[in-house]
């Protein structure tokens, strides 16, 4: 199993940067993937950018202003926001997909609260 923990969520300003931090713990070998989703109030949780093997992918609305990353060791996973805008507010979890004995599973962190004032 894995386990994840976040931090770094907190109130900034419009235009200032945040970086969220995503620590795990457990079968770390076993995972395939780690992402960062977030759900604003009212809304459905929606990917914000993933990473598996290096690559990367972003959803459009942060392109150019959030970074994906992970340390070597693959224990910790980063989401560096720059240039926040009020409708990044949400809630951010960290998630990771890992191995078992017969199929995928996915693991979520506790979430993490970023409210962007304007």
């Known amino acids: 199993q894995v386990q994840l923990v976040e931090s770094g969520g907190g109130l900034v300003q419009a235009g200032g940067s945040l970086r969220l931090t995503c620590t795990a713990s457990?079968?770390?070998?076993?995972?395939?993937?780690m992402a960062w989703y977030r759900q604003a109030p009212g809304k459905q949780r929606e990917l914000v950018a993933g990473i598996r093997s290096g690559t990367t992918n972003y959803a459009d609305s942060v392109k150019g202003r959030f970074t994906i990353s992970r340390d070597n060791d693959k224990t910790t996973m980063y989401l560096q926001m720059n240039s926040l805008r009020p409708e990044d507010t949400a809630v951010y979890y960290c998630n990771a997909e890992y191995r078992t004995t017969w199929y995928p599973q996915n693991s979520w962190g506790q979430g993490t609260q970023v409210t962007v004032s304007s």
């Open positions: 457990g079968s770390i070998s076993s995972i395939n993937s």
